[in-house]
């Protein structure tokens, strides 16, 4: 009896370390498909960019770095930050330094941005960040960046329920979250993923919530992981910036 105690335990801790092994090699293979990065908007600039000040669409990461560096500052960060129009005006939503750029899009239509429920990130004039669905949004003039896009990933903790496990509906993606400390973590893959897999990687993250941003045209610029695009053709971009050390 006792032998077979010894045998049953063994059994059971090596089920254990095969399951630890293969969760453990799992997310590893996740950690390589997602390229991520947090922002503390307590203590870093993080900002959304439109135009330059000739009232030019910056269009790509390179036109908006080359802009920030003549302003004496380094961009440590940029990505694409949600869909726009052909004329590359932000899609829905979008408020810059505390001033409506374009107004809230709350009508039906097709494709990702108007698969509902979509969602609106947004950072406050204390420098809170929120990730919100649009019907839930309430503009009281302290929001200081906002970008509108859809669909949301996570709401209230929960996958989306229009996102299917196993789903053939692949692409390059990305997205923006909040995670427990407050934090906001962008999150885009370096390979073609579908909506399920993608949201499911910001709920392991902790995140209640989380908003995609955009597909096939998202880039990131990255140069601590040595993931530095510059090209892109779009509308608003999320940047990070830091003074130039002398």
Known sequence: ??????????????????????????????????????????TQDLQLFWKNDKGETFKSIQNLKNYVESKTLTL????????????????????????IRMILDTADGNGNFYLKPNGIFYITTDNKPFVCKTTNFNYNGKIKYATQSGPMLIIDGQVHSAFKDGSTNLNIRNGVGILPDNRVVF????????????????????????LYLDGFVSRTYLPEKNWTQTDGNFGVIFGVTVKKNK
């Open 187 to 210: 999150a885009m893959s370096k390979t073609e993923i579908n909506f399920y897999d993608f949201a499911k990687y910001f709920q392991s993250l902790g995140c209640k919530n989380a």
């Open 1 to 42: 009896m006792k032998r077979n105690g010894i045998i049953l335990l063994m059994g059971l801790l090596l089920l254990l370390t095969a399951g630890l092994i293969a969760f453990k090699t799992n997310q590893n293979a996740i950690d390589d498909q997602i390229l991520t990065y947090t922002v503390d908007t307590k």
């Open 76 to 99: 440590t960060f940029a990505m694409n930050g949600g869909m726009f129009n052909k004329d590359f005006s932000p899609q829905g939503l979008f408020i810059q330094n505390k001033k």
